[in-house]
């Protein structure tokens, strides 16, 4: 998949979801837990860059959402509601970074905050 290919995807995806969650912010005023992206080192004009971004935020949406050792049913379903919830937001997140990969993009950002929804 080429860039524009990869940056379209997420656009499609960012896009989608509902306008309340696009809207809210990625940090949590509530106290949710939160973690923090980085990609700086990050070429986010290449699809690998973007892909490995990609592979970052999921990794750290899934760690926000699940609990080590928890098999339960009830908590698996939450665990797996909360995961799909938190990407939504996690790739409007991502759509945005990789934008900002762009020459005229405004320099100096290279990290993100998610919160667990």
């Given amino acids: 998949m080429n860039k524009r290919s990869w940056f379209l995807v997420l656009l499609i995806l ?3 979801m509902p ?3 696009r ?3 990625a940090g949590s005023a ?3 837990p939160t973690i923090v992206v980085r990609y ?3 070429d986010l ?3 690998a860059g973007m892909q490995a971004l990609h592979g970052r935020v999921r990794q750290a949406v899934t760690s926000l959402c ?3 050792g928890v098999r339960d049913i009830q908590s698996q379903l939450e665990a ?3 995961i799909d919830a938190t990407m939504e937001r996690a790739l409007a997140a991502e759509a945005r970074a990789i934008a900002g990969a762009a020459p005229a993009a405004e320099p100096g950002l290279t990290a993100m905050t998610l919160a667990r929804n």
């Fill in 66 to 68: 699940t609990s080590e």
């Fill in 45 to 47: 004009s290449a699809v």
């Fill in 23 to 25: 809207a809210r912010s």
């Fill in 40 to 42: 700086g080192d990050l």
């Fill in 14 to 16: 960012a896009s989608a």
């Fill in 19 to 21: 306008a309340g969650a």
């Fill in 80 to 82: 797996r509601s909360c």
């Fill in 30 to 32: 509530s106290g949710d």
